[in-house]
T-cell receptor, first 112, second 113 residues
Framework: DGGITQSPKYLFRKEGQNVTLSCEQN?????MYWYRQDPGQGLRLIYY???????QKGDIAEGYSVSREKKESFPLTVTSAQKNPTAFYLC???????????FGDGTRLSIL | AQSVTQLGSHVSVSEGALVLLRCNYS??????LFWYVQYPNQGLQLLLK??????LVKGINGFEAEFKKSETSFHLTKPSAHMSDAAEYFC???????????FGTGTRLTIIP
C-alpha cells in the first residue's frame, strides 16, 4: 500500500542537540511538507518542497532545516537553535501544492 | 491571503444526534476547501474536498459538507453521531494552483454516550 512513513514515532532530545526526523513516501508525489502541531494551535507549516532539490520556508522555519535530495524523502532537522522543540511533527505529501495532502502518523518530540 | 475560522474549539454531541462543525473561509478567489479528521496520536485523514463542482460534497464515514458562497461557509455535518466519530476535525482552504493549504485551528468533537 502506498503511504507516508514517519520515524521514529517518539524522539527525545537533549539540550544543545540536533535531531533528525525521517519522512518517506511511496506515493510518487512531487510536493512534501512538514508541520508542527501544538495543542490549540492547529497545524503550522515549517517547510515545504515542490520538487527535488528545492524547498521553501513556511511560517515557522527558524530553528529547523530540511533537504530534498530524493523525491521520496524529506527529512527535517530540529537544531539546537529551536528553543521550544517539544511538539508533534507531521509530514505530508501531495501530487502538487494546493492539492489534498496525505499525512504520516507523526513523530512526537520531547526534551530530556 | 486566504484563511479559515473554525467556530468552537470543542463540540460535544450525544450519540445519535446531529453533528455540525463550523468552518468559514476568506479567499479572494473561488477556493478549494477540505475537511480532515485526526484521531489521537495519528496523522490527518482527508474526509472530503470541494473543488468547484457540486456544492454539496459527500465524504467518508457518513460526513458531508455544503459550500455556501454567500455565507463563505463550508460546515461539516453528519446526521447521527457515532462514538467512533470522536476526534479532532480540521478545515483547510487553498486557492488551487501552487497555493499551499491553510488550516484552521481545529475542533475537538466529543460524543456523549
Amino acid at each position: 500500500d502506498g503511504g507516508i512513513t514517519q520515524s521514529p514515532k517518539y524522539l527525545f532530545r537533549k539540550e544543545g542537540q540536533n535531531v533528525t526526523l525521517s519522512c518517506e513516501q511511496n506515493l510518487n508525489h512531487d510536493a512534501m511538507y512538514w508541520y508542527r502541531q501544538d495543542p490549540g494551535q492547529g497545524l503550522r507549516l515549517i517547510y515545504y518542497s515542490q520538487i527535488v532539490n528545492d524547498f521553501q520556508k513556511g511560517d515557522i522555519a527558524e530553528g529547523y532545516s530540511v533537504s530534498r535530495e530524493k523525491k521520496e524523502s524529506f527529512p527535517l532537522t530540529v537544531t539546537s537553535a529551536q528553543k521550544n522543540p517539544t511538539a508533534f511533527y507531521l509530514c505530508a505529501s501531495s501530487p502538487g501544492v494546493g492539492q489534498p495532502q496525505h499525512f504520516g502518523d507523526g513523530t512526537r518530540l520531547s526534551i530530556l | 491571503a486566504q484563511s479559515v475560522t473554525q467556530l468552537g474549539s470543542h463540540v460535544s454531541v450525544s450519540e445519535g444526534a446531529l453533528v455540525l462543525l463550523r468552518c468559514n473561509y476568506s479567499s479572494s478567489v473561488p477556493p478549494y476547501l477540505f475537511w480532515y479528521v485526526q484521531y489521537p496520536n495519528q496523522g490527518l485523514q482527508l474526509l472530503l474536498k470541494y473543488t468547484s463542482a457540486a456544492t454539496l460534497v459527500k465524504g467518508i464515514n457518513g460526513f458531508e459538507a455544503e459550500f455556501k458562497k454567500s455565507e463563505t461557509s463550508f460546515h461539516l455535518t453528519k446526521p447521527s453521531a457515532h462514538m467512533s466519530d470522536a476526534a479532532e476535525y480540521f478545515c483547510a482552504v487553498s486557492r488551487g494552483g501552487n497555493e499551499k493549504l491553510t488550516f484552521g485551528t481545529g475542533t475537538r468533537l466529543t460524543i456523549i454516550p
